[in-house]
């Protein structure tokens, strides 16, 4: 979705280097997310936020850290990065639950991490 | 939180209709059914949802049997561009962390 954006699109670093991956949209929406896909895999889920005081851990949230710096902004850190975390991490929005569905999330191209 | 199993890969033919079916055994009364669509190097993109019987939209249909315990995918008149990997996920509305399985590696052939 182009109304979602993550940069850097691709970053190669080596172990024990703090990164921090950045998220920004334009759909207005409330909640973000990030996940991670393994090759082969689906995502999970690393981190969300249902508003800017609201951040929640997800299924694999050691290792990482975030910030919600403003309604459109969500960053996640790799505070001492290591190999397994080499991945493709994927940010996300969605609009708050109405009528008892969860809205449609909305996906950016992703962030391609490799650690050495 | 419900599992959903899909089969891993499927073949198919330009101009055929695509039927992808998931699993949801112990699907909560509370919850939805999602379809979302991945292509390679790209976040996944929502196609379809569902609580019951049958949903249509402009891209795909989703049927729902009344005990919910599973759910198919409909793509009508498939093309080469629909090659993709498809996840089927159930969760429930509010808080919530959704399940993504590996979803099902769909190729159209010409």
């Known amino acids: 979705d182009a109304d979602v954006t993550q940069t850097p699109r691709n970053r190669i670093t080596k172990t024990g280097k703090r990164i921090m991956l950045e998220c920004s949209q334009t759909?207005?929406?409330?909640?973000m997310y990030w996940y991670r896909q393994d090759p082969g895999l689906g995502l999970r889920l690393i981190y969300y936020?249902?508003?800017?005081?609201?951040?929640n851990k997800g299924e694999i949230s050691d290792g990482y850290s975030v910030s919600r710096q403003a309604q459109a902004k969500f960053s996640l850190s790799l505070e001492s990065a290591i190999p397994n975390q080499t991945a493709l991490y994927f940010c996300?929005?969605?609009?708050?639950?109405?009528?008892?569905?969860?809205?449609?999330?909305?996906f950016g191209d992703g962030t391609r991490l490799s650690i050495l | 939180l419900a599992k959903t199993t899909q089969p891993i890969s499927m073949d198919s033919y330009e101009g055929q209709e695509v039927n992808i079916t998931c699993s949801h055994n112990?699907?909560?009364?509370?919850?939805?059914i999602t379809w979302y669509q991945q292509f390679p190097s790209q976040g996944p993109r929502f196609i379809i949802q569902?609580?019951?019987?049958?949903v249509t939209n402009e891209v795909a249909s989703l049927f729902i049997p009344a005990d919910r315990k599973s759910s198919t995918l409909s793509l009508p008149r498939v093309s080469l561009s629909d090659t993709a990997v498809y996840y089927c996920?159930?969760?429930?509305?509010?808080?919530?962390?959704?399940?993504w399985g590996a979803g099902t590696k769909l190729i159209i052939k010409p």
């Open positions: 996300a929005t969605s609009d708050r639950s109405t009528g008892g569905s969860n809205q449609p999330q909305h």
């Open positions: 759909k207005g929406h409330d909640r």
């Open positions: 936020s249902f508003d800017v005081k609201d951040i």
């Open positions: 112990n699907i909560a009364t509370n919850d939805y």
């Open positions: 569902g609580y019951k019987t049958k």
């Open positions: 996920l159930v969760g429930p509305r509010g808080r919530y962390q959704l399940i």
